[in-house]
């Protein structure tokens, strides 16, 4: 198994991709298993809210394991894309769901972080987006942190790709993170506050849920159309983001 789960008597789920040497990276496993979890908490009534955290101290997650192979169709308007149903919100989810980041949160790690009500950080987490700098497309996890952050903002990160990182207090600042705290504290802070969602009246909180998605759901729905196409159109072949992956030289700015 490579996602953990936990519940308590409070009604609070820890969901922990458990991938740590991997940097929790998802293949298409995690992607199932992530699937299955979600699913399975719609119909369980202990659990009242979830905390998504990582495995160690290094990473929450990094997004698509680059060994995972994707068979692809054969058109430029289609794309299979494992990510795009690995969040709670894609499977139907309501209940709230907190995410507890420490380390690395990269790329694909925002089609979780996207999905979740609110993000906790401590002080070592840091966010970026490598696509553009392995001539790849940023789309869906573009797309989905226009959601939380402001324009610019979110533009830079997408654009700059591995030359930056932004740093838990930058994340905070721009409304991306709404909690930092000390290293190792991230999800103690988490299931904290999931504890307190977990103690009201469900259905409120699943309605309360809903309104909110309902407000920007629209807007999400006709970019994501746009997404596998801009994909198809703008992304290196395979091959030619290998040679760029393996080219990649260390170093960058944590702002």
């Known amino acids: 198994m490579t996602v953990r789960v936990s519940t308590g008597e409070d009604g609070v789920a820890v969901v922990t991709l458990d991938r740590p040497a991997r940097h929790n990276a998802i293949d298409l496993e995690t992607a199932g298993e992530l699937i299955a979890v979600w699913r399975r908490f719609r119909f369980d009534e202990s659990v009242r809210a979830v905390v998504l955290t990582g495995g160690g101290d290094r990473a929450f997650c990094t997004g698509i394991d680059r060994s995972a192979e994707v068979p692809q169709p054969p058109s430029?308007?289609?794309?299979?894309?494992?990510?795009?149903?690995?969040?709670?919100?894609?499977?139907?989810?309501?209940?709230?769901?907190?995410?507890?980041?420490?380390?690395?949160?990269?790329?694909?790690?925002?089609?979780?972080?996207?999905?979740?009500?609110?993000?906790?950080?401590?002080?070592t987490a840091a966010f970026f987006d490598p696509h553009t700098s392995y001539g790849m497309v940023s789309a869906y996890e573009a797309v989905l942190m226009a959601q939380r952050m402001p324009f610019g903002e979110v533009a830079r990160m997408a654009l700059m790709g591995t030359a930056e990182r932004v740093s838990a207090?930058?994340?905070?600042?721009?409304?991306?993170?709404?909690?930092?705290?000390?290293?190792?504290?991230?999800?103690?802070?988490?299931?904290?506050?999931?504890?307190?969602?977990?103690?009201?009246?469900?259905?409120?909180?699943?309605?309360?849920?809903?309104?909110?998605?309902?407000?920007?759901?629209?807007?999400?729905?006709?970019?994501?159309?746009?997404?596998?196409?801009?994909?198809?159109?703008?992304?290196?072949?395979?091959?030619?983001?290998?040679?760029?992956?393996?080219?990649?030289?260390?170093?960058?700015?944590?702002?």
């Open 76 to 123: 430029p308007y289609a794309l299979d894309d494992p990510l795009r149903t690995v969040g709670p919100k894609a499977n139907d989810l309501w209940k709230p769901v907190v995410a507890a980041v420490a380390g690395m949160a990269c790329g694909g790690a925002f089609y979780l972080l996207g999905e979740a009500e609110f993000i906790v950080a401590d002080e």
């Open 169 to 255: 207090r930058r994340a905070y600042e721009t409304g991306l993170v709404s909690e930092v705290v000390p290293a190792g504290e991230a999800t103690a802070a988490a299931v904290r506050a999931a504890s307190v969602l977990a103690s009201y009246p469900t259905e409120a909180v699943q309605g309360t849920v809903r309104a909110l998605w309902t407000a920007k759901e629209a807007a999400l729905h006709q970019a994501l159309t746009h997404a596998p196409q801009l994909i198809a159109l703008g992304n290196l072949p395979p091959e030619r983001q290998a040679a760029r992956f393996a080219a990649r030289t260390p170093g960058f700015r944590l702002r």
